[in-house]
């Protein structure tokens, strides 16, 4: 009888091995930059939503484009690039675009972009939260995707079909495809990769001791003190609730898109480089 049972348990775990290999979908990976061995170095991976299989074309273009004339541009990205592996992964949408609900009350009075529910593959949308510019899509298929495909990654980007201003830090780092997609992609990148918090207001929900973000008020004791009155760091107020710090003000990537990121943003994106890769082997 108990082998039996034990017969019967195995069937029916292989049953459900083979039911998942089944549902699992691989896509086709592409290489942006390979420098060495994906369990010795970052492994980022982009993917879009809203690019239907005929335009994969433009999405490796526009991924090329973030990383090239954008990532690997700038501080300190580009000091690190050789320590970076990139990777595409193609996931065609059977519809063009992203999803437009329009049901943020902060939708611009000057916007142009109608209601709209492509069938993207991530269901990616503008309207998180209740803010128009915030632009997510479904993690958990996002997640699938990753296991099913490339399951060492390090840091993966969303890049999202639509010309309309947007973008999201979380797990994933999302952005558009507006004029202002790369800078949106690194501040971005900054909240999913660095753990950085949004240095202007962004409202007493997102409010908490970050790497750049505090309330302690002592030179001596605040978590960048090592770089207190270097390159115009210091403790400065929030516009929206004074008690919390934040080391610049209005110059950091972190706050205004097209400023480089602060000492203390690029030192904590750094940190989290030498966490994941060893300078020396």
């Given amino acids: 009888m108990k082998n039996k049972i034990h017969n019967g348990l195995l069937l029916l775990l292989l049953l459900v091995v083979g039911n998942y290999n089944l549902d699992a979908q691989t896509f086709k990976i592409d290489t942006i930059q390979f420098k060495g061995d994906v369990n010795k170095y970052i492994n980022v991976v982009i993917l879009g939503d809203g690019y239907t299989s005929a335009e994969q074309t433009l999405f490796k273009s526009d991924a090329a484009n973030y990383v090239n004339n954008f990532m690997f541009s700038q501080t300190p990205y580009k000091e690190y690039k050789n320590y970076f592996n990139v990777f595409l992964i193609e996931v065609p949408s059977a519809e ?9 009350s902060d939708y611009p ?4 972009h109608p209601v709209s529910n492509p069938n993207n593959y991530f269901g990616t ?12 899509p479904n993690e958990t298929k996002v997640s699938t995707v990753l296991a099913n495909n490339f ?21 994933f ?9 790369g800078e949106i992609g690194l501040h971005e990148g900054g909240h999913s990769f660095g753990a950085l918090a949004d240095e202007y207001w962004a409202g007493a929900q997102y409010a908490m001791e970050k790497p750049n973000m505090t309330k302690e ?3 001596t004791l605040v978590k960048w003190k090592n770089w207190m009155n270097v390159n115009g760091i210091g403790i400065n107020p929030h516009t929206g609730d004074a008690s919390w710090k934040k080391p610049r ?18 030192e904590t994106i750094v940190e989290k480089i030498h966490s994941l890769v060893k300078p020396v082997y």
């Fill in 96 to 104: 063009s675009g992203i999803k437009h609900p329009r049901t943020a």
């Fill in 109 to 112: 009075a000057a916007g142009t």
């Fill in 125 to 136: 949308t503008f309207d998180v939260g209740g803010i128009h510019r915030l632009v997510s």
């Fill in 151 to 171: 399951p060492n990654y390090d840091q993966a980007y969303i890049i999202a079909n639509s010309s309309q201003y947007g973008g999201a830090g979380g797990q």
């Fill in 173 to 181: 780092a999302t952005f558009t495809t507006n004029a202002s997609s």
């Fill in 217 to 219: 008020t002592s030179p």
């Fill in 249 to 266: 003000s209005g110059e950091c990537k972190m706050e205004v898109l097209g400023k480089p990121f602060c000492s203390v943003c690029s």
